[in-house]
């Protein structure tokens, strides 16, 4: 039987100068003749700040004793290891940005549908913003650019025009080719509207109340997976211990590591961007994965790559 672990080596990246990767980005950022340039209207980053506000105000709201229950804390449980994990760090991340492993294409799908219920983008953009920040990641390019402060990288670039936006066309073919995957990009956000239902039904049914479920399943998730999420772009570049010259602010943060499913082994990842495993030294515990070895295991995962020990 042939091997599903294909050990091709990622060379850690080198840091370019910023000129250069100041022209790469602005070649990137050009449409092509004939191309739509994507709009970078001013006004939309007061449509993701009321989002933000609304969302973290309804978050607070959940925390309410009238809306406690246990059957509200697992279902916050389920669906945040449903998004963060399956979703955003299994499927944009490891499956869909770095191509680190292969599944049948109904089984990318679903987890490219787990991602898109995290509200962090659909496919499409959320993949072409993260091969971007590969490419360039901390110079000037790079919108969340760690060398502009914590809050910045964690968060505040998303308030501002990003555009780096220009360059998702070019850099996801691959996905936009696939109509579902287009369809998930312009209506990741109408996702969250069956999901309430559901969970407003099953709250009702079970007397841990409708409004409980929707609460702690929606906006306290959204905002858990959030910040959980983008400690991956602020802390991990900020703190931590660095092992391979990666050419950035790139680091392995354990405590990172635990809440995003291995996800804080960044330097690791930024060292050999393409390898399906993250936790590449002894004591590293990588939850991504080992349901990547479960899935390999079950015939369901092939095409596995991994860095070559040099």
Known sequence: MVSSVITTPSPPSRPAAPAVALKKAAALHQPRKGEAPVSLDLGKRWGTMGFMIAIHVLAIVALLPGFWSWQAVATLLVLYWVTACLGVTIGYHRLLSHRSFRVPHWLERFFATCGALSCQHGPIDWVGLHR???????????????????????????????????????????????????????????????????????????????????????????????????????????????????????????????????????????????????????????????????????????????????
Not at 162 to 173: F, L, N, S
Not at 298 to 310: D, E, H, M, W
């Open 132 to 310: 971007h920040h590969h490419k360039f990641s901390d110079t000037d390019a790079d919108h969340h650019n760690s060398h502009r402060g914590f809050w910045w990288s964690h968060m505040g670039w998303m308030f501002e025009p990003i555009p780096a936006m220009q360059a998702v066309p070019r850099m996801t073919g691959d996905l936009a080719s696939d109509p579902y995957y287009r369809w998930l990009n312009n209506n990741f956000l109408l996702l969250q509207l069956p999901l309430a239902g559901l969970l407003f039904w099953i709250g009702t049914v079970t007397g841990a109340g409708g409004w409980a479920l929707v609460l702690w399943g929606i906006p306290l998730r959204l905002v858990l997976v959030y910040h959980i999420t983008w400690l991956v772009n602020s802390a991990t570049h900020c703190w931590g211990e660095v092992v391979y010259e990666s050419g950035d602010a790139s680091r392995n943060n354990k405590w990172v590591a635990a809440l995003t499913f291995g996800e804080g082994w960044h330097n690791n990842h930024h060292a050999f961007p393409h390898s399906a495993r993250h936790g590449l030294q002894p004591g590293q515990i990588d939850l991504t994965w080992q349901h990547i070895r479960l899935m390999r295991a079950l015939g369901l995962a092939t095409k596995i790559r991994l860095p070559v020990a040099s």
